[in-house]
Nanobody, 123 residues
Framework: QVQLVESGGGLVQAGGSLRLSCEASGHTYTVWAMGWFRQAPGQEREFVAAITWLGGSTTYADSVKGRSTISRVNAINTVYLEMNSLKPEDTAVYYC????????????????WGQGTQVTVSS
């Protein structure tokens, strides 16, 4: 099992920046990649960004590419999502996720989720 705890959400004005943190604990040695997803009210949860735990390869959703950076510090089992030039449409609950597979969504048993942290961007 892997436990994930997010922090860093809050209220920010449009054009501002925010950094989310996610600390993993438990069987972190089994993790292949970690990532961030978000869910706005009335919408499906969507992928935001991911990073492989060993190699540090990153992928981003088109909606945040160029405005966001995902990074990790293996020594403290923590992944970060820095978001810049925030827009009101970035408002959502942001979830940290970890997977033991090469991709998220391949197996519910191999994906782990945090409780989520609210990000609200005011116009």
């Amino acid at each position: 099992q892997v436990q994930l705890v997010e922090s860093g959400g809050g209220l920010v004005q449009a054009g501002g920046s925010l950094r989310l943190s996610c600390e993993a604990s438990g069987h972190t040695y089994t993790v292949w990649a970690m990532g961030w997803f978000r869910q706005a009210p009335g919408q499906e949860r969507e992928f935001v960004a991911a990073i492989t735990w060993l190699g540090g390869s990153t992928t981003y959703a088109d909606s945040v590419k160029g405005r966001s950076t995902i990074s990790r510090v293996n020594a403290i089992n923590t992944v970060y999502l820095e978001m810049n030039s925030l827009k009101p449409e970035d408002t959502a609950v942001y979830y940290c996720a970890a997977t033991r597979r090469a991709k998220f969504g391949q197996s519910d048993e191999d994906d782990y989720w945090g409780q989520g942290t609210q990000v609200t961007v005011s116009s």
